[in-house]
């Protein structure tokens, strides 16, 4: 068996999947202990509480759907939907 010819496939797979992949949301975490906020992507510790979240980026200013709304205002004039998957 000659498995030369399948390590292309594989890799090409492995790149595809790394160039679909995104970054991780950030989150707005609260403390219990002294009322503090946090922008992360995961919790800071036990003692924090997820209060708002899914953010694009570390300022936790710009909301995902706040993005995916703005992008729809854009496209949809352009005659595109970023909703819909093109027709193959």
């Known amino acids: 068996m000659n498995t030369i010819p399948a390590v292309p496939a594989i890799l090409s797979v492995f790149t595809?999947?790394?160039?679909?992949?995104?970054?991780?949301?950030?989150?707005?975490?609260?403390?219990?202990?002294?009322g503090k906020t946090q922008c992360a992507?995961?919790?800071?510790?036990?003692?924090?509480?997820?209060?708002?979240?899914?953010?694009?980026?570390?300022?936790?200013?710009t909301s995902q759907s706040q993005i995916a709304e703005r992008q729809r205002k854009v496209l949809k004039p352009m005659g595109m939907n970023l909703t819909e998957r093109p027709d193959k």
């Open 16 to 34: 595809a999947l790394a160039f679909a992949a995104e970054p991780a949301p950030w989150y707005l975490w609260d403390s219990a202990l002294d």
């Open 41 to 61: 992507q995961f919790s800071p510790g036990k003692s924090w509480t997820k209060i708002d979240g899914s953010f694009k980026n570390s300022s936790c200013n």
